[in-house]
């Protein structure tokens, strides 16, 4: 298992707009307990979360925080890959950041170009670790072959709906965390008779049970985004859930197949 001191209920921070609600929302999530939060340099919310870091009553020391750049549009150009780096510490109001991430393996990404950059910001102590989101098994072992740092996780899609075994096991075997977005499929769990079922049993709500079951494998971490206190509150009570082989399994039949997110660019894509 890797860095067991990886908080594996973090806090997803995307949103198309009213991206002011992050610093709320990140102070309240931290007052109530989590201790890892995800944003990105393409979100736009950057300065939002940093501003809800350093409202809460929490020490920064205690705080995983990742962020991301290298979109498939975002910079222009391989060579402006330190700046938008700083950007990203610029933005959030912090010298260095505990995790951060390729954020897709397209546009101007390439493999031998990019990753040295994260090497040097790893070495400089700009971040603290390095991850890769939205590769395949494929481009992630390529991007190994490249990384002088250790791969501290991989970010992608995952929850009941699109279980991911191949990405998952090559986060086992590799001994790195994988971190699934969108864990609630965008709220299309709620609705699925299995979830439902197994939710009912356990007197849990169905994003509750999706968050369990991704749980339940190893090197599994999870970063649902969440508004209401509620919704925080609840979301992290998933971890204290401890589903039985028979409530796995039949999440495990669940026959439909379905990814959220899919743009043109995503490497499954082509």
């Known amino acids: 298992m890797p860095r067991d001191?990886?908080?594996?209920?973090?806090?997803?921070?995307?949103?198309?707009?009213?991206?002011?609600?992050?610093?709320?929302?990140?102070?309240?999530?931290?007052?109530?307990?989590?201790?890892?939060v995800d944003t990105a340099q393409v979100y736009e919310n950057e300065a939002y979360v940093g501003e809800g870091i350093e409202r809460a009553d929490v020490d920064r020391d205690d705080i995983f925080l990742s962020t991301?750049?290298?979109?498939?549009?975002?910079?222009?150009?391989?060579?402006?890959?330190?700046?938008?780096?700083?950007?990203?510490?610029?933005?959030?109001?912090?010298?260095?950041?505990?995790?951060?991430?390729?954020?897709?393996?397209?546009?101007?990404y390439e493999h031998e170009e990019i990753l040295p950059y994260y090497d040097e910001a790893y070495e400089a102590?700009?971040?603290?670790?390095?991850?890769?989101?939205?590769?395949?098994?494929?481009?992630?072992?390529?991007?190994?072959?490249?990384?002088?740092?250790?791969?501290?996780?991989?970010?992608?899609?995952?929850?009941?709906?699109l279980p991911q075994d191949d990405l998952v096991a090559h986060a086992q075997e590799h001994d790195y965390w994988f971190v699934a977005y969108s864990p609630l499929a965008q709220g299309?769990?709620?609705?699925?008779?299995?979830?439902?079922?197994?939710?009912?049993?356990?007197?849990a709500t169905p994003a509750q049970v999706s968050l369990a079951w991704l749980l339940d494998h190893d090197n599994v971490a999870v970063i649902p985004k969440a508004s209401s206190r509620e919704h925080l509150e609840g979301n992290l009570a998933a971890a204290?859930?401890?589903?039985?082989?028979?409530?796995?399994?039949?999440?495990?039949?669940?026959?439909?197949?379905?990814?959220?997110?899919?743009?043109?660019?995503?490497?499954?894509?082509?």
């Open 240 to 270: 204290d859930l401890e589903l039985d082989a028979e409530d796995r399994e039949l999440i495990d039949s669940i026959d439909r197949r379905e990814r959220q997110i899919d743009p043109d660019h995503g490497p499954w894509n082509w």
């Open 68 to 108: 991301k750049t290298v979109h498939h549009d975002v910079p222009p150009g391989p060579e402006q890959v330190p700046e938008a780096i700083d950007g990203c510490l610029e933005r959030l109001g912090v010298d260095a950041v505990d995790l951060l991430y390729v954020h897709w393996p397209s546009g101007i």
């Open 188 to 203: 299309a769990v709620f609705d699925v008779p299995e979830i439902r079922e197994v939710a009912e049993k356990h007197d």
């Open 5 to 36: 001191d990886f908080p594996q209920i973090g806090l997803g921070t995307y949103s198309d707009d009213n991206r002011e609600q992050w610093t709320e929302n990140v102070r309240t999530a931290l007052e109530v307990g989590y201790r890892h």
């Open 125 to 161: 102590g700009t971040t603290r670790n390095v991850g890769l989101s939205n590769f395949t098994p494929e481009l992630l072992d390529e991007a190994l072959e490249v990384l002088d740092a250790p791969l501290f996780a991989h970010q992608a899609e995952m929850h009941p709906l």
